[in-house]
Antibody, heavy 121, light 107 residues
């Protein structure tokens, strides 16, 4: 079935970097944009950026510009998101999501299970 | 960036109630508006795309309407499994911004 499977929970110290993975299966990997969305404890959803697996082009939220990098590996149908210079307020659940295009719009129809990242000294 | 404003932030309702959540965009987004449901500890789930199209497998008690800047999600008869948080999202341009969410609680 179509699914996105994310890497496991991680704990990092302030100032460190974290690299998360999101492995796609059940569909043609290069046919859909993949996005990253995060959710801090008790907060709403915040879009971080997207990657186009056809050629690797990216677009990042200004909030994370300079700290985030999204990469991909077509051979394993995996997208990666690295966030650097971690702070305590980066503690959150990080989701990857596939964007599907319908005739009349586009939406995140498949989501990964989420990865909990805790930043603590 | 396009700002998305939902109201109310939370509401209390009973099983069987009709519930309406509104979402306003800071600029026109045509019908590039989606609605998601999120339960505690779970990933969001797509309910409605393109303002009014029901995602496959979603019960017909959920409906969406609107265009331009003003949108509505309606649950015609609230069921126990519908107690959750709901988010609108614009897909008109990047960044793909979300509303702040509406928590639907049991009265």
């Amino acid at each position: 079935q179509v699914q996105l499977v994310q890497s496991g929970a991680d704990v990092k110290k302030p100032g460190a970097s974290v690299k998360l993975s999101c492995k796609a299966s059940g569909y043609t990997f290069t046919s859909f944009y993949l996005h990253w969305v995060r959710q801090a404890p008790g907060q709403g959803l915040a879009w971080m950026g997207l990657l186009d697996p056809r050629g690797g082009s990216t677009s990042y939220s200004q909030k994370f510009q300079g700290r985030v990098a999204m990469t991909w590996d077509t051979s394993t149908s995996t997208v990666y998101m690295e966030l650097s210079s971690l702070r305590s307020d980066d503690t959150a659940v990080y989701y990857c999501a596939r964007e599907s295009y319908y005739g009349s719009g586009n939406a995140f129809d498949i989501w990964g299970q989420g990865t909990v990242v805790t930043v603590s000294s | 960036d396009i700002q998305m404003t939902q109201s109310p932030s939370s509401l209390s309702a009973s099983v069987g109630d009709r519930v309406t959540i509104t979402c306003r965009a800071s600029q026109t987004i045509s019908t590039y508006l989606n609605w998601y449901q999120q339960k505690p500890g779970k990933a969001p789930k797509l309910l409605i795309y393109a303002a009014s199209s029901l995602q496959s497998g979603v019960p017909s008690r959920f409906s969406g309407s609107g265009s331009g800047t003003d949108f509505t999600l309606t649950i015609s008869s609230l069921q126990p499994e519908d107690f959750a948080s709901y988010y609108c999202q614009q897909s008109f341009k990047t960044p793909r911004t979300f509303g702040q969410g509406t928590k639907v609680e049991i009265k």
